[in-house]
């Protein structure tokens, strides 16, 4: 038997080192050629590193939140065979962890990570005594999960069922696997317990004493650092505008009924990225970098629109190249293409950067206004509050109309208020009069 020791890959585009997000082996796990053992962090993306041979996981190089440079020894494995030449005096060095967000030196222009393939697995072989020391201090006998109502707790699909014919709610089951997954001894426990008596049947008024440390790596540490940097760096000023969109959705339900069969579906986003490409014309400096350190204003020409998106492992901004070469069509089908990437973990580096201008959007949960933070080294973002009916007067008369709140901010440095404002009323005009985003 020999040692097969593992080392950093060099991912490319110069760098020197790199975070590990989450390890899907633990030392004494067999693994096979081309298994997946760990994800790895750049700056902008999650890269998967694969076991070159067979053979049983001796050491890892570091833990889930580490920084490893590239070269550095990543795993050893016992193989068959004499294995690599040096393996036996390559020992496995320590790597070095990563600062805590709210210390961390900010990458400059650094970009929001394309999101990681999958949930991080904890190591399948996990010592008791390491779960037992994660354990909460002092808790009752009964212990309730600490999931909110709209949390989906983690359990196999057998368990869930098993639940459901128990009449048993899995948000209220304390779960005691891996990453607190509910197994089927749970279910056991649980059910024990509520037939002790009424008071301990219902769990909604029961005492809670456990607390959660959650460590912010991978991907929230790049979006945390993300935003600490465009608040320390960029002086916001916002300006809210209402727009009257009753013409605007008319439009788009006529297009979407005569269309919806052969054409992508239209929401407002299509619409509000042609208004953007033609105001921008009128107000370059809203589509544009800037470099503080250089003193540089880089002011573009082609308006590359970042779409702010909510992912299950967090927010990043896949972009729409060339916005002003698309039709709202082609926008359309654009978004849905990087937002389904984004989310299941598949958009490339070059759609995860090189945005001059941000749209953020949460839809119907869009509130009545918001103060959306600018993607540094942009220097302006347009946020979409929700459309909401209500009464108006219009030639002396009440009538309904759909309403919508524009909520945008601007780097003060660059975009001065009035230029700001005069760019949002040249939004609220297109939208207002959708027929003129088709003739400009």
Same mark, same amino acid.
């Given at each position: ?48 590193? =694969? ?91 009964? &212990? ?17 069922? +098993? ?56 991907? +929230? ?13 960029? =002086? ?15 439009? +788009? ?23 953007? &490409?033609?105001?921008? %014309? ?16 880089? %002011? ?83 946020? &979409?509050?929700?459309?909401?009916? +209500? ?50």
């Amino acid at each position: 038997m020999g040692i097969h020791v593992i080392k950093m890959p060099d991912i490319g585009e110069g760098i020197a080192e790199v975070e590990v997000v989450a390890w899907h082996v633990a030392p004494g796990d067999a693994v096979r050629e081309d298994q997946v053992l760990a994800d790895v962090m750049t700056d902008k993306a999650t890269v998967e590193i =694969p076991s070159p041979v067979d053979g049983t996981v001796l050491e890892l190089g570091g833990k889930a939140g580490d920084v490893m440079a590239v070269g550095s020894a990543l795993v050893r494995i016992e193989v068959a065979g004499a294995g690599t030449a040096d393996a036996a005096a390559e020992p496995v060095a320590p790597a070095k962890s990563a600062a805590p967000a709210k210390s961390a030196a900010p990458a400059k222009h650094a970009a929001p990570a394309a999101p990681e393939p999958e949930a991080p697995r904890p190591p399948s072989a996990a010592p008791a005594a390491a779960r037992a020391a994660l354990a909460p201090r002092g808790t009752p006998e009964l &212990v309730v999960a600490q999931l909110r109502a709209d949390d989906r707790p983690l359990a196999s699909p057998a368990v869930r069922r +098993r639940a459901l014919e128990m009449g048993l709610e899995l948000r209220f089951v304390a779960g005691t696997g891996p990453a607190g997954r509910v197994l089927h001894e749970d279910l056991d426990s649980y059910s024990e317990r509520r037939s002790r008596g009424p008071g301990a049947a219902d769990l909604r008024y029961a005492q809670r004493h456990g607390v959660e440390e959650i460590a912010v790596i991978g991907l +929230r540490r790049k979006i945390a650092q993300k935003m600490q940097e465009s608040k320390r760096r960029i =002086p916001h000023f916002s300006y809210v505008e209402e727009l009257d969109v009753t013409e605007l959705e008319e439009l +788009r339900s006529r297009l979407n009924a005569t269309h919806g069969g052969e054409r992508a579906k239209l929401t407002v986003l299509p619409f509000l990225m042609r208004a953007i &490409v033609l105001a921008a %014309r009128d107000f370059p400096q809203v589509n544009a970098h800037f470099d503080d350190e250089a003193g540089v204003i880089t %002011r573009h020409h082609g308006v590359h629109i970042g779409i702010a998106t909510q992912t299950p492992s967090g927010l990043i901004v896949p972009v729409v190249r060339h916005a002003e070469t698309l039709d709202p069509w082609a926008c359309a089908e654009e978004v849905a293409r990087l937002a389904q990437a984004a989310r299941a973990g598949k958009a490339g580096r070059e759609e995860l950067s090189g945005s001059t201008i941000t749209i953020s959007s949460l839809g119907p949960l869009g509130g009545i206004v918001s103060t959306p933070v600018i993607n540094h080294p942009e220097v302006a973002i347009v946020g &979409v509050n929700r459309i909401i009916e +209500r009464p108006m007067f219009r030639a002396g008369a009440i009538v309904p109309r759909l309403l919508m709140n524009l909520s945008s901010s601007f780097d003060h440095r660059v975009v001065d208020g009035a230029d700001g404002a005069e760019f949002v009323q040249a939004l609220r005009g297109y939208l207002e009069s959708p027929a003129t985003l088709f003739i400009s």
